[in-house]
């Protein structure tokens, strides 16, 4: 079995073991229906009335099926070191799974399509992962993490309990061991060890492990990552959408601002959305700016600020 990292979903592998031996195949690909409009993003699959795959497209401008690979495969071990080998050999390929491999056996050898009909969210992409996480937010959650049938195994450092203080307001959010909250945390997903300051209000957001967020300050449909330090009163996804980020306008166009590692943001300072700010960027690779436009992009230790796109009026 080969496993792709990038999805969250929950399956029993041994029934798509099964199905692949019941059907004698080479290799087994578990596919997934999407939206038309959502299937360019990923290796889609044409397949015959017994699933058997007889065309496979790696990321099609214009796709032809809305069924596509989840990166989940099951190979017969000599198949798959036979096209692996053929494949370092050969001239001009790129070496890549999706491109060069799967094409290569579907069109020499028998492979199937094992429908899945579970919960399945790709996360790579920032919209998406984006998604994945306001997700386990629903009531009830479509991906449940309290299923005690079904238990989800992480990786877990020892804390102690989040605590939550008394002027301190939480409301529709997951909020991990070793939190400490002082000010108001709505619709968002908090890792371990997040502190958030008096009167700071957290909204809409992801906030990854040992991240502080100082009093007064405003985090606000944002992905902030590990161990960044907001001073006081600073505002992190301010005004409108008007424009995607420069450096990044595919990946970051829909108002979501992000934050790397260890990255630490000035006091006042009013960041706006599709926003990126570089790992590791420091107070003074902001230059003393009192505002980071929307579309805009701060980069560590070169106090270059990115100007951002904007959209025609008429867009």
């Not at 094992?114 to 994945?132: E, K, L, P």
């Not at 070793?178 to 997040?194: A, M």
């Amino acid at each position: 079995m080969v496993l792709s990292g990038d999805h969250v979903y929950r399956m029993d592998y041994r029934r798509m073991l099964d199905f692949h031996e019941q059907r004698g195949a080479d290799a087994t690909v578990a596919v997934f229906e999407v939206p038309l409009d959502e299937a360019n993003r990923f290796g889609t699959l044409i397949t015959d009335d017994r699933d058997r795959v007889v065309a496979f497209e790696e990321k099609p401008a214009k796709p032809r099926s809305t069924l596509i690979s989840m990166g989940i495969y099951v190979f017969g071990k000599d198949v798959l070191q036979e096209r692996l080998a053929e494949d370092a050999g050969a001239k001009g390929s790129s070496h890549d799974f999706g491109h060069d491999i799967i094409p290569a056996i579907v069109g020499r050898d028998r492979v199937y399509a094992y429908r899945f009909h579970g919960y399945w969210q790709d996360v790579g992409t920032i919209d998406s992962y984006w998604d994945a996480n306001m997700g386990l937010l629903d009531e009830p959650p479509e991906f449940d993490l309290y299923d005690p049938e079904w238990v989800i195994h992480t990786r877990s450092e020892e804390r102690p309990p989040a605590r939550i203080v008394y002027e301190a307001r939480v409301s529709r959010s997951l909020v991990s061991h070793g939190c400490v909250i002082h000010g108001t945390v709505e619709h968002s997903v908090l890792s371990p060890g997040v502190f958030v300051g008096a009167g700071a209000v957290v909204r809409d957001s992801i906030i990854m492990t040992d991240t502080v967020i100082g009093p007064g300050a405003v985090v606000d449909r944002s992905i902030l990552d590990k161990e960044i330090q907001v001073e006081r009163g600073a505002v992190i996804g301010f005004g409108e959408v008007d424009s995607p980020n420069r450096m990044e306008p595919q990946r970051l166009t829909s108002g979501i601002t992000v934050v790397g590692k260890r990255a630490h943001v000035p006091a006042g300072v009013h960041v706006g959305r599709n926003v990126m700010i570089d790992a590791g960027v420091q107070v003074s690779d902001f230059g003393g700016a009192p505002n980071v436009a929307s579309g805009a992009s701060i980069l560590a230790h070169t106090s270059e600020l990115v100007a951002p796109v904007r959209r025609p009026a008429t867009a």
